[in-house]
């Protein structure tokens, strides 16, 4: 898949590391299976707000290398 970091940035969506035990897990699955790519991989978070709180939504995108 094309780099799009840029993309979800034009939407509000910033570089974050992985915080929860479940995202840390994906990872970890990935480099167990030798499904790690040669290409670093981003996740990417963006704040919704709703009447109780913000909410996190988050993409996991590969970063082009150099970049």
């Known amino acids: 898949m094309p780099f799009n970091a840029p993309f979800y940035e034009t939407c509000g969506f910033v570089e974050t590391e992985p ?3 479940f995202h840390r897990g994906l990872v970890g699955a990935e480099h167990d299976h030798g499904l790690s790519t040669s290409e670093r991989r981003i996740q990417m978070t963006r704040a919704l ?3 109780g709180g913000p909410l996190l939504l988050g993409e ?3 970063l082009r290398a150099g970049g």
Do not use: A, G, I
Request: hydrophobic content about 10%; charged content about 20%.
């Open 19 to 21: 915080d929860t035990e």
């Open 60 to 62: 996991t995108v590969p």
């Open 49 to 51: 707000h709703s009447p």
